[in-house]
């Protein structure tokens, strides 16, 4: 080893598979490897190799050769181990709590309010070890633990977010209409699709770079096509940047339309007819990925591609639809006539404006508003809109922390120029449902107190907000334990058996059961409970159900079948993994619950 140059060595530690205890321990060995071990270019290919999506992420933000990669893989290093302790800690803490409020994260908003975000890679730590934690390769194991690193994930997400909505927002406020639409406000147009993913996909990695990469990638497809059909030169425009910054004929930009539209239809991307009432369709990277959308999404897709190869199109608030428009007759008197109206839901179908307005039939009344310009709030309030009619849809409901809708609703109240109160008492309900955030709520029902049209209303949630605080403050984090009647014990199953619903063929899991239907009479009435051979007389059990909801089955109507896995957002709150062989391994405060069950 004395032998050989530094530089050889540097390259043996920099193209291993050596981890950080490697080159930690090479490090005592003489004082030579100390110094090679040390350098930056050796700690930099480990931080590479340890964290790749943060490397990448890192490199966006700043330059590789002016940061101390052995300081940074130390920093991420630590703080994963607070993240991992502080996890730890909130089964225990939170296990009594249906659902957790913006205060039980204040730990982890301690550990962001340490370090400037535009001075520190704390956040970039952060988010990065929290989706590597829910993405390792073993989905059946530490099942609690990924449940409430999923919470704080989307708590973290949300508060790192919210500065850059509120930035987008001061943008774009401003801007009641629009008569053309510039290179700024095109950067926009893009921002609104990638906050939206990001904001409503919390746990999931929406990276700006990425879908920006994508779209740049796509433009350059369109690109490639153009050269293959011969419609550019390639000697003399060489880039899409260069066919961009271009004088274009009239013609020219005709037939960069019909190539696009070729390419995109050749690529898959389609509205997505079958399943139009899906959020992912309102996704920009999952609209990428999947390659289907809707009328919004394909339309401002469309429109940030086309201008990358200098096209404008404009986005048009269409009732009932989302169109673009071209400007295609320039020459033309009539300026209603002078725009071309793109459908990209339907292939890029170009139409004329009466051809347009006779979509929406006889009975609409056509004003000016009609095919005026969406701004980019605008276009993003529309995203929102439909995201939240889709999550306060039945499917999404089956969600008892209303995930989508809560998410979509804490967004719109951020961007809600007007002060709607609409959203604001939605949100508030949504809130007080599931218990959480009366401190929130109190301050944003406030908003409307002094509106006598609405003061009955705000009344009536306050008071409703503040008795749940109280309540919510007397509670306390025991667990009280559930025996078994060692005498009359007719309870067949336990907690964590996976179980088949004989009339409705579901599959579930038992996470609690009581010896009769506690039910109030109404329920049992609803329910035809008393239609069952042996009534409300009989072991009812909570059951959590592979379609993502939760039930109160009777004991009669469910038999035991060969344990799989239940894909519900709960299973983590009361199950530590799952066995093949046993069902569901309850985590320390579940067993604590039902201690018979485990004896």
């Not at 390792?136 to 508060?159: D, G, M, S, V």
């Not at 320039?330 to 002078?338: H, V």
């Amino acid at each position: 080893m004395d032998v050989l140059p530094v530089e050889v060595l540097e390259k043996i530690l920099c193209f291993s598979n050596l981890d950080y205890h490697d080159i930690v321990n090479i490090s005592l060995t003489s004082t030579r490897l100390c110094n090679i071990s040390n350098s930056n270019e050796v700690w930099r290919a480990l931080f590479r190799r340890r964290y790749p999506l943060l490397y990448n992420k890192i490199i966006n933000h700043t330059q590789a050769g002016d940061l101390n990669w052995k300081s940074h893989f130390e920093n991420r290093f630590k703080l994963g181990l607070i993240l991992d302790k502080e996890i730890l800690d909130m089964s225990p803490k939170f296990y009594n709590l249906a659902e957790l409020s913006s205060l039980d994260f204040k730990s982890f908003d301690n550990l962001l309010l340490e370090h400037n975000p535009e001075t520190s890679f704390h956040h970039l730590y952060t988010l990065d070890h929290l989706n590597l934690s829910l993405q390792e390769n073993k989905p059946w194991e530490n099942l609690t633990y990924k449940f409430y690193c999923r919470k704080a994930l989307i708590h973290i997400q949300h508060r790192i977010l919210t500065p850059k909505v509120n930035n987008f927002f001061s943008r774009c406020c401003t801007q009641d209409t629009l008569s053309e639409v510039n290179e700024e406000e095109l950067k926009d147009y893009e921002t609104a699709l990638i906050l939206i993913a990001q904001w409503c996909q919390p746990d999931q990695c929406v990276d700006e770079h990425t879908v920006l990469s994508e779209l740049d990638d796509l433009a350059q497809r369109v690109f490639n096509k153009l050269v293959a059909d011969q419609t550019i030169d390639p000697s003399k425009i060489r880039t899409p940047a260069e066919l961009k910054k271009m004088e274009k004929s009239t013609s020219l930009c005709r037939s960069i339309l019909d190539c696009a539209n070729q390419q995109l239809k050749n690529e898959g991307f389609a509205g997505n007819s079958e399943n139009y009432y899906v959020p992912e369709n309102s996704f920009i990277n999952k609209v990428l990925e999947t390659k289907l959308g809707i009328p919004i999404s394909l339309s401002l897709m469309y429109t940030s591609v086309l201008a990358r190869l200098g096209i404008l199109c404009e986005p048009v608030n269409f009732p009932r639809h989302f169109l673009l428009r071209w400007l295609e007759h320039p020459e033309l008197a009539d300026k209603g006539a002078q725009f071309t109206y793109i459908d990209v839901f339907h292939a890029g179908k170009r139409m004329n404006k009466q051809q347009v307005l006779n979509t929406l039939g006889h009975d609409y009344i056509f004003d000016q508003d009609t095919l005026r310009i969406a701004t980019p709030l605008q276009a993003a309030h529309r995203l929102i809109k439909n995201l939240i009619s889709i999550g306060a849809s039945e499917n999404n409901l089956k969600d008892s922390s209303f995930s989508l809708l809560m998410s979509a609703l804490k967004l719109m109240v951020l961007l809600n120029t007007e002060q709607v109160p609409d959203f604001v008492f939605m949100l508030s309900r949504v809130y007080l449902q599931l218990n959480i955030n009366h401190e929130e709520t109190t301050t944003l029902l406030s908003r409307f107190s002094g509106d006598q049209y609405l003061s009955e209303q705000v009344r009536y949630l306050l008071t409703t907000c503040q008795m749940q605080k109280v309540e919510k403050d007397l509670e306390t984090n025991d667990i009280i334990p559930k025996k078994r009647d060692p005498e009359g014990n007719n309870i067949r199953y336990k907690v964590g058996n996976v179980m088949k619903h004989k009339k409705y063929d579901y599959k579930c899991v038992i996470y609690g059961w009581d010896d009769h239907c506690s039910a109030s009479t109404s329920w049992i009435k609803q329910m035809g409970v008393d239609k069952l051979s042996r009534q409300d007389k009989q072991p009812f059990f909570n059951v959590l159900v592979e379609d993502g909801s939760s039930r109160y089955a009777a004991d009669e109507n469910l038999e035991p079948c060969t344990p799989t896995p239940i894909h519900h957002p709960h299973i983590g709150k009361y199950f530590k993994e799952f066995c093949p062989e046993r069902g569901y391994i309850p985590n320390t405060e579940k067993m604590k619950e039902y201690p018979d069950d485990f004896s």
